[in-house]
């Protein structure tokens, strides 16, 4: 499934309101700048929730320890996504990248893919050996993810966990959607 972090881009992208700062129902235990985003669009995060429980959850709510391994999931896909191009070039399959290599797969790509490609090497070389190593494949993997995924993302994630009201450990859509509800009629 596509990265959830990856649909939080517009719900990011708007300013707090000016009223962000007064008291709300959103659950204490939330991090200042983490509530603001939900403040900002209520009707997002509840979407976000949704997707969350329903991906990730089961019988229509969502644990704790789920909520991490959605997040998890995530981080593998953008790992994954960052590697693949590396991958696709380690001819061999020794988990290092050669000049040679990665010359020869940038031979069959268009010229924007090869530039892309080399681009991307020339980033993840730390040494600039010309080789990608494992450790810098890695390095280079863990950096790609903690650009695409950012403490807020994840934050808005970890989130839902807080609206487990009745705190039986989980948290169910209604639970979300109940205080999304309130938040608008307090408006
Ligand atoms: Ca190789
Ligand atoms: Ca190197």
New binding site residues.
Partial sequence: MRALILLLAPLLAVAPPAHAQEATPLPASLPAEVAEAILARPDRFADLAADLIHGHGTGGAITPAAIDTAIAIDRAYLRTRALRPFHEA?????????TA?AAARAATLSAPGRARLLRQMTAADADADGTLSPTELRTHAEAEVARASRPLDEGLLRAAAAFDSNADGQTALAEITRAMDALATTD
């Fill in positions: 380690d001819l061999d399959a020794d988990g290092t990248l050669t290599e």
